[in-house]
């Protein structure tokens, strides 16, 4: 059963939210040697939320405690396919912090989906990163951003930046982040869901073979143009520059996608193209209405789970007072 933890935030309970991400720009380099590609990436935040709370639940014990002694309770769309043991990461990052701070407490993290599951829009990333935040204000660490987004590497390479928010530049394996403050414009697009999910691994490990087998196609080059594009308010000049490396991967694994892209090109989108390594699709629209237009007919078309309206950029993982209260945007 949940426990309550209608309790005032700060005393036995904190609400924290993070954003789902999207991948302006993808480039994938060489595999390294401790298994991840390095990236260079465009990350920028959009308005799907995970809400994660974490709330004592007493049972302090001497003898130490650990992420087999909390509970986990995952709702929302696709929560049965969310592991609710140590392998989730809320819970890893909740370990995290309770270890280093030496505090020996039971917790109980509730997590409330709204990106998609397996869908190449960093949910689980956005759990641990709500679950860092909210463990810090629970358990009064006072960590700052930083010292925050450092822990967050450790248990993701897209978990800094759903802390971060906005728009960013990602390098490394798209953990050290660089702002784009000046990337402000407002973009409107429609999340397609699929049925099924991609493993992550599975889409780079598929772009070795297809890098290997057919020769390097590293469609995505440089980032420089997309970057200037972001200064400005042309949404059809930033769609002709957006690019996934991943996209081939993702397509060999899941050919139905490429109906899911012709549906919303034949909608009139800007572009389309597999967010991250999928199988989720985005289509990238003029404004909102046309972006509600293009929602229709590809809702229509059928060949989608689910199909969301979205914006970007918002703001990254932050505490909100009230559970039902709306994430800033
Ligand atoms: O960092 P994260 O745990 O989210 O990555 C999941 C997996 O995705 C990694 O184990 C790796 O196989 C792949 N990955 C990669 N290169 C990256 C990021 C992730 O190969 N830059």
Redesign the pocket.
């Known amino acids: 059963m949940p426990r309550d933890v209608s309790t005032p935030a700060g005393a036995r309970a904190v609400t924290a939210v993070a954003p789902a991400k999207i991948n302006l720009h993808l480039g994938?380099g060489d595999?390294?040697a401790d298994?991840?590609?390095?990236?260079l990436t465009v990350y920028r935040a959009v308005d799907l939320w995970e809400r994660v709370t974490v709330a004592l639940v007493g049972g302090d014990s001497a003898d130490g405690v650990g992420p087999d002694d909390d509970e986990v309770i995952v709702s929302g769309p696709g929560a049965d396919q969310v592991p609710t043991g140590r392998s989730n990461l809320a819970a890893r990052a909740v370990d995290l912090l309770r270890t280093e701070a030496g505090v020996q407490a039971r917790l109980s993290i509730r997590i409330v989906k709204g990106v998609p599951v397996a869908g190449g829009m960093?949910g689980?990333?956005a759990d641990a990163a709500a679950a860092l935040v909210a463990t810090d204000r629970l358990l009064g660490l006072g960590l700052g951003r930083a010292a925050l987004e450092e822990r967050a590497a450790r248990?993701?390479?897209?978990?800094p930046f759903c802390i971060r928010g906005g728009t960013a530049l990602g390098t490394?394996?798209?953990?050290t982040l660089a702002p784009l403050l000046h990337a402000r414009a407002e973009q409107h697009l429609v999340v397609a869901l699929a049925d099924g999910g991609l493993?992550?691994?599975?889409?780079?490990?598929e772009l070795d073979r297809l890098r290997a087998e057919h020769g390097a196609d590293r469609r995505a080059g440089g980032v420089e143009p997309l970057v200037e594009a972001l200064a400005g308010d042309d949404p059809a000049r930033v769609a002709g520059l957006l690019a996934n490396d991943l996209e081939p991967a993702a397509l060999s694994l899941m050919p139905a996608l490429r109906r899911t892209l012709r549906a919303g090109a034949e909608a009139g989108a800007l572009h389309g193209m597999v967010s991250g390594?999928g199988p989720t699709c985005l289509f990238f629209c003029a404004d909102r209405e046309q972006a509600i237009a293009v929602a229709a007919e590809v809702s229509e078309t059928g060949v989608a789970r689910e199909v969301r309206l979205t914006r970007g950029p918002v703001a990254g993982a932050h505490v909100i007072d009230n559970p039902q209260q709306t994430p800033e945007q």
């Open positions: 994938v595999l390294r298994g991840y590609h390095d990236l960093a689980g990333s248990l993701g390479s897209d978990v490394g394996r798209g953990e493993s992550t691994p599975v889409v780079f490990s390594s």
